[in-house]
């Protein structure tokens, strides 16, 4: 039987599964700066500063249009229970 009687050893930036597991959480640092850079050097400017305002507008003209929604609801009604709707009586006009 022959044994490997040399004791010397290497460094161990020689290697290579040392910088299998070291490259893994280096690329993850490295990501992590580039995103923090994207995010800093381009910022979104999404809200404007009358928001609430345009907001109360789209619902002043959402609630106008609820007659205007009445066959998307009878449609949804007609796929969740399987009943066909029932036309609404025309209106009576003295």
Excluded: C
């Excluded at 640092?29 to 979104?44: C, E, H, K, M, N």
């Excluded at 609630?63 to 609404?88: E, I």
């Amino acid at each position: 039987m022959v044994h490997n009687t040399d004791n010397s050893s290497q460094p161990w930036w020689k290697y290579g599964h040392v910088w299998l597991v070291i490259s893994g959480p280096a690329v993850v640092v490295v990501a992590g700066f580039v995103t923090l850079y994207l995010a800093i050097s381009r910022p979104d400017h999404l809200v404007s500063e009358d928001y609430y305002q345009k907001g109360v507008e789209i619902n002043k003209t959402l609630q106008g249009d609820a007659a205007s929604l009445a066959p998307a609801v009878q449609g949804r009604n007609h796929a969740a229970t399987g009943v066909v709707p029932v036309a609404p009586p025309a209106p009576i006009k003295p």
